[in-house]
């Protein structure tokens, strides 16, 4: 069992630029989720894939967001004109299908938007 | 809406001694619990659930939580904290519609020798 892998681990960019991050989800699970965690808070939750579907995005995920999950497999986020409150850490869950299934999660990518 | 509170932003407690983290939720039907642990610059590690059955669940690294309907609390308990336990820990309740989870705010965990 590899895990979630999620890359990079950390990203530096300029205020406007766009950004990507990849996230391998655990390789039998259907569900992946993309969460954002700023300093002392909890993980918030942006959107959510079932196999390639994406199914739910939450308010937090303006417009120049956008993730992708075209085969069902990884899934990229990206940010586009990045903004100074993008930074935080965004972390990638996945699990199996049912309510009893437990979010394995990612290390997560750091974003700083200087 | 579901959501979980917790109540302390930090919690410290010397090496040996029992140790208590607290949660709090408030949901519609019957909730789905969990606590993750993070280590710095780590992402969630799973410890435990509550879906049904005996209040008293055990997880990871000898970590146990007891659900209680009456008080609508799930609390983190360790009967001898170590030092390697001092890290963060979040609450979280499952949405049902969605399986998303909804997390608590994270209480800092600081075991000391």
């Known amino acids: 069992d590899t895990g979630v892998s999620q890359d990079p681990r950390h990203k530096i960019t300029k205020r406007g630029q766009n950004v990507t991050f990849r996230c391998d989800p655990i390789?039998?699970?259907?569900?992946l989720y993309w969460y954002r965690q700023t300093l002392g808070q909890g993980p918030e939750f942006l959107t959510y894939?079932?196999?390639?579907?994406?199914?739910?995005k939450s308010r937090l995920l303006s417009d120049r967001f956008s993730a992708e999950r075209p085969k069902g497999s990884f899934s990229t986020l990206e940010i586009q004109r990045t903004e100074q409150g993008d930074s935080a850490m965004y972390l990638c869950?996945?699990?199996?299908?049912?309510?009893?299934?437990?979010?394995?999660f990612g290390n997560g990518t750091r974003l700083t938007v200087t | 809406a579901q959501s979980v509170a917790q109540p302390e932003d930090q919690v410290n407690v010397a090496e040996g001694n029992p140790l208590t983290v607290k949660c709090t939720y408030s949901?519609?039907?019957?909730?789905?619990l969990f606590w993750y642990v993070q280590y710095p610059n780590r992402g969630l590690q799973f410890l435990l659930k509550?879906?049904?059955?005996?209040?008293l669940v055990k997880g990871s690294y000898g970590f146990e939580a007891e659900f209680n309907k009456s008080q609508t609390s799930f609390h983190l308990k360790k009967p001898s904290a170590l030092v390697s336990d001092s890290a963060l820990y979040f609450c979280?309740?499952?949405?049902?519609?969605?399986?998303?989870?909804?997390f608590g705010t994270g209480t800092r965990l600081q075991v000391f020798p």
């Open positions: 894939f079932q196999n390639e579907a994406q199914l739910e």
């Open positions: 949901v519609s039907g019957n909730p789905y």
């Open positions: 869950a996945s699990s199996l299908e049912g309510d009893n299934s437990p979010l394995h």
């Open positions: 390789s039998e699970h259907n569900r």
């Open positions: 979280a309740v499952r949405d049902m519609g969605t399986d998303k989870l909804i």
């Open positions: 509550y879906i049904t059955g005996d209040n």
